[in-house]
């Protein structure tokens, strides 16, 4: 059932509770839920029940005072087609069957904007993801990480918030360092194996391609900052450092391009000590009193904000910890006017939620409790030919966002791209992941992806060798559409919006995938249920073609949302 449907049907019932609530101070809360079993009608509301005590009544007399009430107001005709009583109180409604079948016409009429909203209207959400350090090609957890934060990016902005898309890395520290001594090695004629090899450095062969063009003193640029060109000299380690950095942030961009990701901002960790927010956020809770001294540390006072110990923020050598520029990092979030900050991660931050939190909190310039929100996703194993794949010969260590796109598409990158898109979003964030290749590849009903797909594809061929307009169905009549498969399908369309809707809420973009899993399956049943084409009767071909076309509508809707094509041959 559509909202707005649901907005009709409790004003009828806020309209027969009226007058049986005059006079008192009850203002009572309407709510409709779905029974537990579908014979019992599309609709339970237990209001009855509710207010029987506070009005001293029966609470089953009630209910069918209410039920009499509901169904003589003329604004049920069409919309409400029968109520009854059940156990003790329990009212069940059936929806009227062209009330069902008007979500065909809406889709159709709606087109790209069916399941959009209005809720976040006013409010600015950033959404942090990937945030890799360039130290190295993006790795399968990154793919993961992107296709978690394009999905929830999406999915908050069809629903009118103004979302900003942001990338946070540094371009200093340890691993920085290890990566220009890495290249500087490379460029000496050393490698892996070798006396001289730095026991620290990075093995992968993209660290000899970067060398390479160092020493040809060329000249890379990525999407943010300055380009870089190579000096040519080995012992100007500050160069290497930097033509390192925007080689890799470079081979970053193209990843993400061939992934369909794009960011609307990058932040630099290094920014926040050149500009003196470190500092600036460290004396702002060093003056709000929530901080000591203890060994020649300064510590934070974590548990009076739910920490089960409290935290060193700087050192007994002048060194922050490494959730103090996280602390700064966030404040400045809020101060960008940001009423949400979302950060998609790896598990393995999970130890630093609540001293980031509790940093926030205790500087007191009003950010909420539970700012950031934070959604942590777990390992991905990359499975291929039946084996666990661990390392790629690019990066040394670990399959790469390419590898798997490149694996995953046979060659062709939008297929890749669609498959890894998918499958990175098709299980909750927090569990495990099994990719497996072969599967991603498949052309069957095993490989999810394909088979949402091949059902946008299946209504298109239909609707192609119907030959007639499209746009026409929108006006046709709907009556006909009464048989039990089509009755699943209306209401499986009707959720759409509503599980948009809980997918924010939660910030779970798994539910689009599970969604369109679950509609394709049902498209494919009915589509070998019943000949769409060859019916003698034209005016039910016309209602179940019009229906074809509305779920091809919210396929192609839900693909768009989750950055996945929607193909029209296969």
């Not at 203002?27 to 237990?46: F, K, M």
């Not at 499209?470 to 209401?491: G, I």
Request: glycine letters at 8%; a negative charge; one cysteine or more.
């Amino acid at each position: 059932m559509l909202a707005q449907q649901k907005q009709q049907i409790v004003a009828l019932f806020q309209a027969a509770l009226a007058p049986i609530v005059a006079g008192s101070d009850l203002t009572p809360n309407v709510v409709l839920e779905r029974p537990r079993d579908p014979s019992h009608g599309d609709i339970a509301c237990n209001i009855a029940m509710q207010l029987a005590k506070p009005l001293k009544t029966n609470p089953r007399e009630l209910a069918t005072r209410l039920v009499a009430a509901l169904l003589a107001d003329p604004a049920a005709q069409g919309l409400v087609e029968s109520a009854d009583v059940a156990g003790p109180g329990f009212i069940n409604l059936r929806v009227a069957a062209g009330a069902k079948q008007s979500v065909v016409r809406t889709i159709l009429e709606q087109g790209e904007a069916f399941g959009r909203g209005a809720s976040g209207d006013g409010h600015h959400v950033i959404i942090e993801f990937v945030s890799a350090n360039p130290t190295g090609p993006l790795h399968v957890g990154h793919g993961r990480q992107a296709a978690l934060g394009d999905a929830l990016s999406s999915l908050f902005a069809s629903q009118g918030h103004q979302v900003t898309r942001e990338f946070y890395y540094n371009d200093a520290g340890v691993q920085i360092a290890t990566l220009a001594t890495s290249v500087q090695a490379r460029a000496r004629g050393f490698k892996p194996g070798d006396a001289e090899w730095p026991e620290s450095a990075y093995n992968g062969d993209y660290i000899a391609d970067i060398a390479a063009d160092y020493l040809a003193r060329k000249t890379v640029s990525a999407s943010d900052g300055l380009p870089a060109t190579a000096s040519g000299d080995v012992d100007d380690i500050e160069s290497i450092r930097r033509f390192a950095v925007t080689y890799l942030r470079n081979e970053q961009d193209m990843d993400l391009q061939a992934f369909g990701v794009k960011f609307d901002n990058y932040y630099l960790e290094s920014s926040l000590y050149a500009d003196g927010k470190v500092e600036a956020a460290v004396q702002a809770l060093v003056d709000a009193g929530k901080t000591y001294e203890q060994e020649g540390a300064l510590w934070l006072k974590t548990t009076e904000y739910g920490d089960d110990k409290d935290r060193v923020m700087r050192k007994s050598d002048g060194t922050y910890t490494y959730f103090v520029p996280d602390v700064a990092y966030h404040i400045q979030k809020f101060r960008r006017g940001f009423d949400q900050a979302i950060n998609v991660q790896g598990s393995d931050h999970h130890g630093t939620i609540a001293r980031v939190r509790a940093g926030l909190q205790a500087v007191g310039i009003g950010i909420p409790q539970g700012y950031p929100d934070y959604v942590l996703h777990k390992m991905v194993t990359v499975m291929k030919n039946g084996e666990e794949v661990k390392i790629s010969k690019r990066a040394g260590s670990y399959v790469t966002v390419r590898d798997l796109i490149e694996w995953s598409g046979n060659g062709d990158i939008t297929r890749g791209r669609d498959a890894v898109r998918f499958f990175l979003i098709s299980r909750k964030a927090d569990t495990e992941f099994v990719f497996d290749v072969d599967v991603a590849l498949a052309k069957s009903d095993e490989n999810p992806v394909y088979y949402v797909q091949y059902a946008h594809a299946r209504i298109c061929s239909a609707l192609a060798n119907w030959g007639g307009d499209v746009a026409s169905l929108t006006n046709v009549d709907l009556a006909p559409l009464t048989e039990s498969h089509e009755s699943q399908l209306l209401a499986k369309l009707s959720s759409y919006p509503e599980m948009l809707q809980r997918a924010l809420v939660e910030l779970g973009p798994h539910q689009v995938a599970f969604y369109l899993r679950e509609l394709a399956g049902e498209l494919h049943s009915y589509y070998f249920a019943h000949k769409w084409l060859l019916d003698d009767n034209e005016q039910l071909k016309l209602a179940r073609l019009a229906l074809a076309a509305a779920i091809r509508q919210v396929l192609r809707n839900g693909l768009a949302l989750i950055g996945v094509s929607a193909p029209e041959k296969m």
